[in-house]
């Protein structure tokens, strides 16, 4: 798609790695996976499912929050540093947050966060312990305080991932309402906030596709990335789950959403673009996941950066062409 327009600051260095010779896939894994282990911190068990950002200070040019749980199994959220978007050096505290109402403020757990930057701020979204699942928001502008806000919903819910620009005015945000639970059901959901304290405006976006039509996201879906505007519309990488008779598996694939009206689907991969495959995928606390939860892109380039979680234990990277991914989402959409 030669004439494709994608938005945002030019990213030239970001890390990246050319297809393999021989490979037709769109969406290819870093031979050097996975870039960050479960042991980085002397405290993890795991890190994974995390989210970085372009972010220059001083030496560094990434900057991201990292699920890092604990040898008890808590569920935590660390700050890292990178050079290079490829080796990161992670903090062993957990982040700091400051300001919210005592009501909220009392941490219970923290995982699977994004990041958006919106203006001058960076905004962090994560699943928040709060009598259960929910979206819980900061914002920070140096990564070292984190102004806590209103969670963003009642329990339950997962998977908050913010737009980075405002939508008719307002904030926007994705989420998958949930239960308590390993949610056996899942779909993604737009709201809008005019000030990150109420929400409202809810619309369905999309539901699991059937069985016969797309099986890797037939069980539940969830919004991965913060999505990548385009001229073609929002480019969205999405979770997808299915329940095998070996278990529950994850793989993502993309969609496009229309960029006034983002519950508005325009296109929807059948094939999924990453599956487990590899045996850092395939093998770990949870065995058989990938689970995309940040994007570097560089809009001159047309390349894109995928960091997505593998097994619930380690981080993976994936390279693709935004202009490729695009075309293969509407060639292969299932609407």
């Not at 926007?172 to 990150?196: C, K, N, Q, V």
């Not at 979770?239 to 070996?246: A, D, E, I, P």
């Not at 001159?300 to 097994?311: E, L, Q």
């Amino acid at each position: 798609m030669e004439n494709l327009r994608i938005a945002g600051p030019a990213l030239p260095d970001m890390p990246w790695e050319d297809r393999p010779a021989g490979s037709n896939e769109v969406l290819w894994r870093y031979s050097a996976n996975p870039i960050i282990g479960r042991h980085a911190l002397s405290t993890s068990n795991s890190i994974f499912n995390s989210a970085v950002v372009p972010f220059r200070n001083g030496k560094y040019n990434y900057a991201g929050v990292f699920r890092c749980d604990d040898t008890n199994r808590r569920m935590r959220i660390h700050v890292g540093f990178s050079v290079d978007g490829l080796k990161w050096d992670i903090e062993e505290a957990d982040f700091r947050l400051e300001g919210a109402d005592p009501e909220i403020g009392e941490w219970a757990y923290g995982y699977d966060p994004r990041v958006a930057k919106i203006d001058d701020k960076y905004y962090v979204t994560w699943c928040n312990g709060y009598h259960g699942p929910t979206i819980g928001i900061a914002w920070t502008e140096d990564f070292r305080t984190f102004h806590q806000l209103e969670n963003a919903f009642l329990p339950y819910n997962r998977n908050g991932v913010m737009f980075p620009r405002k939508i008719g005015g307002k904030f926007a945000m994705l989420s998958r309402p949930s239960d308590t639970g390993h949610t056996p059901f899942g779909d993604i959901f737009y709201s809008e906030s005019p000030d990150l304290c109420y929400w409202g405006r809810h619309r369905h976006v999309m539901s699991p596709a059937a069985f016969e039509v797309s099986a890797w996201q037939c069980m539940k879906i969830g919004a991965g990335p913060v999505p990548i505007e385009t001229s073609e519309g929002w480019l969205l990488f999405y979770h997808g789950v299915l329940r095998s008779c070996n278990g529950y598996v994850y793989a993502f694939g993309s969609a496009l959403l229309d960029l006034e009206e983002p519950w508005k689907v325009t296109a929807r991969s059948g094939p999924y673009l990453i599956s487990p495959r590899e045996p850092y995928e395939c093998m770990g606390d949870v065995p058989n996941v990938t689970f995309p939860c940040a994007a570097l892109h560089d809009p001159a380039t047309g390349r894109v950066a995928v960091y997505y979680g593998c097994a619930d234990t380690v981080t993976g990277l994936a390279f693709g062409y935004i202009p490729e991914i695009v075309e293969f989402t509407k060639k292969n959409s299932i609407l």
